[in-house]
């Protein structure tokens, strides 16, 4: 079945870069998220890539997207305090009609 | 304009109890669905709607319902609660049934079951 892979803890300094990594297993979903949720928040659409893209870059977030692996990932540039919060992948499940989500990966950031 | 509303924000009911939580989507958007995110996980998929019709229902039990009404508002309801069903329950919405811009997600109701 559609299942998604997250790491579930990474640490960075203030300045540095962060890079969240995601596994997916459904090699026909269109289109793959990246969603922010702040503690005792919604989600957040960070940003999202279709699936015939390698690579899509919003200010400082970029996504990288190998099809062949099922790998993709989420890479924030000049990583602040603010970045805190857990960040999920999520790709849309054959049907269109659902986001199946990873886990999570709940980024701390010190300065 | 306004987000996805949803109301209440917080919720405490006893074992066996019936709740309704309710969602507004964005004005113009048609598609509502309805996402359980217990503590420490991803949401999990519960229901769509688009066009006041269910278009996809995840693996929950018959004790959850929902409806879409002509104004495009949802509801979902949960019957004889359980413990397990604490949780964060969010609603999000999109402007069709399968916009690549994703969904915009309301902020949920947190519900605690006693």
């Known amino acids: 079945g559609e299942d998604v892979e997250q790491s579930l803890f990474l640490s960075v300094r203030e300045g540095d870069s962060s890079v969240i990594n995601c596994t997916y297993t459904?090699?026909?979903?269109?289109?793959l998220y990246w969603y922010k949720q702040e503690p005792g928040a919604g989600l957040q659409l960070l940003t999202y890539?279709?699936?015939?893209?390698d690579m899509k870059q919003d200010q400082r977030l970029t996504v990288l997207l190998n099809k062949k692996d099922k790998h993709l990932s989420l890479r924030i540039a000049d990583t602040q305090t603010g970045d805190s919060a857990i960040y999920f992948c999520?790709?849309?499940?054959?049907?269109?009609?659902?986001?199946?989500f990873g886990k999570g990966t709940t980024l701390s950031v010190s300065s | 304009d306004a987000g996805v509303t949803q109301s209440p924000t917080h919720l405490i009911k006893t074992r066996g109890q019936q709740v309704t939580l309710r969602c507004s989507p964005i004005?113009?958007?048609?598609?509502v669905s309805w996402y359980q995110q217990v503590l420490g996980q991803g949401p999990q998929f519960i229901f769509q709607y688009y066009e006041k019709e269910e278009r996809g229902r995840g693996n929950f039990p018959d004790r959850f319902s929902a409806r879409q009404f002509p104004n495009y508002s949802s509801e979902l309801n949960v019957n004889a609660l359980l413990l397990g069903d604490s949780a964060l329950y969010l609603c999000a919405s999109r402007a069709t049934g399968a916009s690549p811009s994703g969904y915009t997600f309301g902020s949920g109701t947190r519900l605690t079951v006693v």
């Open positions: 890539i279709f699936s015939n893209m």
């Open positions: 999520a790709e849309s499940d054959q049907a269109g009609t659902a986001l199946i």
């Open positions: 004005s113009g958007h048609k598609s």
């Open positions: 459904d090699s026909s979903s269109t289109y």
